[in-house]
């Protein structure tokens, strides 16, 4: 049972804490810093009528990744939270400089952010190249959960998208990112396969996820 519940976990702990940080959702109508952030969104209107779209409030009050899952241990080592690190190594910190929400369909969780300073896309490269194959462990004496990363074709010139998937008693499961810069805007997000049936829009992954990647990046283009 416990070896069944850790597997679950893996998929969200594989790269979800830096798209949500130290943040609350709410639903309805935000006032974010800066015009051009506010204006470089998706918003509910741009999606199906039924969708849950909520948007992310940070709470300064607290640090970065606070109350988040603790990083496993992985082998290679650092696998486990690389993509996380990568993205964190060049982050901007403070009100303004990123803006994020999710959107949920049955069939899919996801998380989308756009920020005010750009990716470093090589090192997120260089890091979806070491960890192409991985293993994940939640104790010291735990068999190791294999992850591969693989890279997916992105319509957008200069897109990095990933499919992370886990293998376990012979299922597969995968989560998607994907990472890009507009200018100086960064543009990044992740999909989860989640099932909602209380949810009547249903998602296919990973084209839905592409879908809004692209319609995203397109918005953020033209802010």
């Known amino acids: 049972m416990i070896r069944r519940y850790a597997g679950e976990c893996v998929?969200?702990?594989?790269?979800?804490?830096v798209f949500t940080g130290c943040?609350?959702?709410?639903?309805g109508t935000v006032s974010w810093p800066g015009a051009r952030l506010q204006k470089a969104l998706l918003t509910a209107a741009d999606f199906p009528a039924g969708v849950?779209?909520?948007?992310?409030?940070?709470?300064?009050?607290?640090p970065d990744g606070a109350g988040g899952l603790p990083i496993m241990r992985s082998k290679p080592e650092g696998c486990s939270n690389g993509l996380t690190d990568a993205i964190a190594g060049s982050a901007e910190h403070g009100p303004g400089s990123a803006a994020k929400y999710r959107v949920q369909y049955d069939g899919?969780?996801?998380?989308m952010t756009v920020s005010t300073w750009p990716l470093d896309l090589n090192r997120l490269a260089a890091t979806a190249s070491r960890c192409e194959h991985f293993q994940v462990f939640f104790?010291?004496?735990s068999e190791g959960i294999p992850i591969t990363t693989t890279k997916v074709p992105s319509a957008h010139k200069g897109a990095l998208v990933y499919q992370q998937t886990m293998r376990l008693h012979g299922a597969e499961r995968s989560v998607?990112?994907?990472?890009?810069?507009?200018?100086?805007?960064g543009v990044f997000?992740?999909?989860?396969?989640?099932?909602?049936?209380?949810i009547a829009v249903k998602a296919s992954l990973p084209q839905t996820f592409l879908d809004i990647v692209g319609k995203q990046?397109?918005?953020?283009?033209?802010?």
């Open 189 to 198: 997000g992740v999909a989860i396969p989640t099932d909602n049936p209380g």
């Open 176 to 185: 998607y990112a994907s990472f890009e810069n507009i200018d100086r805007t």
């Open 108 to 111: 899919a969780g996801i998380v």
């Open 217 to 223: 990046a397109d918005r953020a283009g033209s802010a």
């Open 52 to 62: 849950q779209y909520d948007r992310f409030v940070d709470n300064p009050s607290q």
């Open 11 to 17: 998929l969200t702990v594989l790269m979800v804490a």
């Open 139 to 141: 104790d010291p004496v």
């Open 23 to 27: 943040a609350n959702t709410i639903s």
